[in-house]
């Protein structure tokens, strides 16, 4: 089964500095990856997600998260943290082969004024 | 489209209770999934399905059963609650099998079993 990793469960940075959550997956073969965010009691909402192509890849709200196939990472970043950036953050990653999705533990991001 | 919706939001069982919990979907989605959250844990799959009549186990299957007799919905029933399944449940469906297309998840169910 595929492992994710998500360096640091708890972020704080200040509004308007840069946000910085780290992923790394384990697996020989690149997989499918995605970034998920969850706002207090709600579902899960796509953010990005890497399948082919351009390893840099932009999602909404102003995130975007760059595939390093020599790191096995998925970073995301955005330059320019917002009050509303606060949430979970999640990354998930799924084999190009198969049907399943798995989840790494979660970071939460706490944006200070 | 009201997308993906689950019910109930919350419950409260006692050990051995039996329960279903709901989730439909509107988009003629094709693959549907249920997921527990636990502090800590993520995000683990219990069980999914790839079309209706077709399910299959996830990472944590033990204590749950599903079918899928609709398109449309795709309930989770928990044959015999014990206080390890106290978690918040998600469903999520996507268009197709395929894992490159994006995951629509419902609001949760939050469950406590005592």
């Known amino acids: 089964a595929q492992s994710v990793t998500q360096l640091g469960s708890h972020v704080s940075v200040s509004e308007g500095a840069l946000v910085l959550l780290r992923c790394n997956y384990s697996?020989?073969?690149?997989?499918?990856l995605f970034w998920y965010v969850q706002y207090p009691n709600q579902g899960l909402q796509l953010l990005l997600k890497y399948t082919t192509g351009a390893t840099l890849v932009k999602g909404i709200n102003g995130f975007e998260a760059e595939f390093k196939k020599s790191e096995t990472s998925f970073h995301l970043t955005k330059p320019s943290a917002h009050m509303s950036d606060a949430a979970e953050y999640f990354c998930a990653v799924s084999e190009v082969t198969g049907n399943q999705f798995y989840f790494g533990t979660g970071t939460s991001l706490t944006v200070i004024p | 489209n009201a997308g993906v919706t689950q019910t109930p939001k919350f419950q409260v069982l006692k050990t051995g209770q039996s329960m279903t919990l709901q989730c439909a979907q509107d988009m003629n989605h094709e693959y549907m999934s249920w997921y527990r959250q636990d502090p800590g844990m993520g995000l683990r799959l219990i069980h999914y399905s790839v079309g209706a009549g077709i399910t299959d186990q996830g990472e944590v299957p033990n204590g749950y059963n599903v079918s899928r007799s609709t398109t449309e919905d795709f309930p989770l029933r928990l044959l015999s609650a014990a206080p390890s399944q106290t978690s918040v449940y998600f469903c999520?469906?996507?268009?197709?099998?395929?894992?490159?297309?994006?995951?629509?998840f419902g609001p949760g169910t939050r469950l406590t079993v005592l």
């Open positions: 999520a469906s996507s268009y197709s099998r395929f894992s490159t297309d994006t995951q629509y």
């Open positions: 697996s020989s073969v690149p997989p499918y």
